[in-house]
């Protein structure tokens, strides 16, 4: 038989059930129908993983990408230069310098010799036991320390300790520290103004910040720059109303006349009466904004602003103003002030000495509580209270500086007559010290009241009048008579100067109660006459021995301090007062 033949004998036998082999081994004992299951579980798995590709390549390439490029690309924000903070001379007040914030990967600084961390411990300021408190993170990205210095940071850069890495950032700078700080205020580690103009002027001071894309390998460095989504616009500069020379004038004056009194604190501030700007605002206790470690509340507060008093005598020369405008008196109108005491209901007002029949000049000149009393009780409470809130007392200020407050004027409606006579000299009222400054602009000027400014002011701002030009005239006669022989404030004189003003000696309102032995002793000025120029406020907390009047505290301060303001801008003399006159009188203590 051929070979062709046995070949097809065999196959009609498999066909036919006829084992082909003998051998158990070689023998099909599996059913036909589990090979297709195989087979069918064999083509789901390839068309599963056709579909799972055509997914991954197809339909979910983008959210892939970006779940791949979050592995090594990054976005860095590129910081905005704060804008400069300038005096109205140009001279720099805030500015910001580079610095670097140090960040480390917890997991791979561990790693690090302990000598070289002993050493960034150094550079970093800290011990070794808070470095690896910072350490012990579970997280891959922790802040060492913001910033540091540029010098620093490239030292710690060549330790070469691998997982540590730096960010440019930028830190505020006070050129002149405690002198402007409750001017300029401060900003903290997010370069945000926390404070003063640095917070009132947040959104123009911060800039926009930018950002770039980049790849970083496993180390964190930089391999390649992608390339830039936004540029950074670094934020516009400021330019301030105040003169850095006679801020720095009041700050001295100020924190001398604290220390020399042993006082609680002190403020002063000095405004343009021409343009209404602020050229000055100085406080002690003060901080230096480039250290602020060991800051206090009392530092902080700007009492210029935030701190309200009842003024005392200073608050005389509006009710009497008020009375005037109305003609109800004339400046030579005479006031029985009678022995001394007056008896108001239950109560009753005293002047520090007798003065009997004087006129209306006099009152003010020696400060008399019964006289003022006497002239706003010829006035309805209503007018007295509607001057008050022309003046701005009572009233929220709009000056565009945080934490300016209000102040207090209680309604006239429920004024007893006592309170009515409070009210006239300065009681049962509450004021800022720059409400009160801003009040004798109306005095200063030609009747009119005119907007603060803690900016510099290229146009003179228009007016809204408050008493005629002829009555103002006439309060600055007799306020320039109270800073003459007889008057409440000899020690105001300023040799060269023609200068005027009214003193305010105030007891303290603790517990529900006046203390007789806390006052704040306040001077409100003016100079020089012939032309005011600078309207001059300052306030003594709680003056410490026998000396505690206005006129003996505050006054000094600002006869110094408008001595050197007129100079330091150049304002023409016009008085041929070569030294201060103290009468021996006026030694005995003045209101």
Do not use: C
């Not at 197809?58 to 903070?85: D, H």
């Not at 408190?133 to 320390?145: A, P």
């Not at 997010?190 to 950002?211: R, Y």
């Not at 901080?287 to 005598?313: A, I």
């Amino acid at each position: 038989m051929s070979r062709g033949s046995n070949v097809n004998t065999s196959r009609v036998a498999a066909s036919k059930g006829v084992a082909f082999s003998k051998s158990p081994v070689l023998a099909v004992r599996l059913p036909t129908w589990r090979s297709r299951v195989v087979l069918f579980v064999l083509f789901a798995a390839f068309a599963a993983l056709a579909a799972r590709a055509l997914w991954l390549q197809g339909l979910s390439t983008q959210f892939l990408q970006k779940q791949g490029e979050a592995r090594y690309a990054r976005t860095l924000t590129l910081p905005a230069t704060r804008g400069k903070i300038t005096d109205r001379d140009g001279q720099v007040l805030a500015s910001s310098v580079p610095v670097k914030a140090i960040w480390a990967n917890p997991d791979e600084v561990q790693d690090a010799p302990p000598e070289k961390l002993k050493q960034l411990a150094r550079l970093l300021d800290m011990s070794s036991a808070e470095l690896q408190k910072k350490l012990n993170s579970d997280r891959s990205f922790v802040f060492l320390k913001r910033q540091v210095e540029l010098d620093v940071a490239e030292q710690i850069a060549k330790l070469g300790i691998q997982g540590l890495g730096s960010e440019r950032e930028y830190k505020r700078f006070y050129p002149q520290g405690e002198v402007t700080t409750h001017v300029v205020g401060f900003t903290n580690l997010e370069d945000v103004g926390q404070e003063a103009m640095e917070l009132a002027q947040q959104k123009t001071l911060v800039g926009q910040p930018g950002t770039r894309r980049v790849i970083r390998d496993r180390l964190g460095h930089i391999v390649e720059d992608i390339g830039s989504i936004r540029e950074p616009h670094d934020g516009k500069d400021l330019t301030l109303s105040i003169d850095s020379k006679i801020q720095y004038i009041a700050f001295t004056q100020i924190k001398d006349a604290v220390e020399k009194f042993k006082a609680k604190a002190g403020a002063a501030v000095v405004l343009d009466v021409h343009t209404g700007e602020v050229l000055a605002l100085a406080n002690w206790p003060s901080y230096n904004p480039n250290d602020r470690s060991k800051l206090t509340g009392e530092q902080l507060r700007n009492r210029v602003m935030t701190d309200t008093f009842e003024p005392g005598s200073s608050m005389k020369p509006f009710p009497v103003v008020m009375a005037l405008d109305a003609k109800k008196i004339t400046p030579h109108t005479m006031i029985d002030t009678g022995n001394g005491s007056m008896v108001i209901g239950d109560r009753v007002i005293h002047d520090t000495h007798p003065h009997y029949l004087i006129d209306v000049q006099t009152i003010i000149k020696k400060s008399s509580n019964i006289g003022t009393t006497k002239i706003a009780f010829g006035m309805p409470a209503q007018d007295l209270w509607e001057m008050f809130t022309k003046l701005g007392f009572g009233q929220q200020p709009k000056w565009g500086f945080p934490g300016a407050v209000a102040g207090r004027v209680r309604p006239y409606k429920s004024w007893r007559p006592i309170e009515h006579a409070n009210m006239s000299f300065g009681q049962g009222i509450a004021v800022s010290l720059i409400q009160l400054a801003r009040a004798y602009m109306v005095l200063a000027r030609d009747g009119d009241i005119i907007p603060l400014s803690f900016q510099k002011v290229h146009e003179a701002p228009h007016g809204t009048q408050v008493i005629s030009p002829k009555t103002a005239a006439e309060m600055r006669e007799m306020l320039e008579m109270v800073t003459q022989p007889g008057g409440s404030a000899v020690k105001a004189q300023v040799p060269g100067y023609r200068v005027g003003g009214k003193t305010g000696t105030a007891q303290k309102f603790i517990g529900g109660r006046y203390s007789h032995t806390k006052y704040i002793a306040n001077f409100v000025g003016m100079a020089p006459m012939s032309d005011p120029r600078f309207i001059i406020a300052v306030m003594i907390d709680e003056p410490g021995g026998p000396v505690t009047y206005g006129g003996d505290v505050a006054g000094p301060v600002f006869s110094a301090l408008a001595a050197q303001a007129l100079r330091a801008k150049n304002i023409a003399p016009d008085s041929d007062l070569t030294h201060i006159i103290i009468p021996e009188s006026a030694a005995q203590g003045n209101m």
